[in-house]
């Protein structure tokens, strides 16, 4: 529960999860193709943000104990 209160594991965790929809929309989507790589792009980068903020956030945890 104490992860709930620590900011940097839910903003990690909410691009992340918005990072494998965007990703997962250009794979699925039938439009133009740069909406596609825009797509694909902005979910990658959200994908890494969130998983940096997540493992700064366990980084943390590990140190307070």
């Known amino acids: 529960m104490n992860k709930l209160f620590d900011l940097?594991?839910?903003i990690g965790s909410f691009f992340t999860l918005i990072?494998?929809?965007?990703?997962?929309?250009s794979f699925t989507a039938t439009s133009l193709e740069n909406t596609q790589v825009v797509n694909r792009?902005?979910?990658l980068i959200?994908?890494?943000f969130g998983i940096i903020m997540i493992?700064?956030?366990?980084?943390?945890?590990?140190?307070?104990?």
């Open 8 to 10: 940097r594991f839910v």
């Open 19 to 25: 990072g494998l929809l965007l990703l997962g929309y």
């Open 41 to 43: 792009w902005c979910g």
């Open 46 to 48: 959200f994908i890494v």
């Open 55 to 65: 493992i700064l956030s366990l980084q943390k945890d590990a140190n307070d104990e």
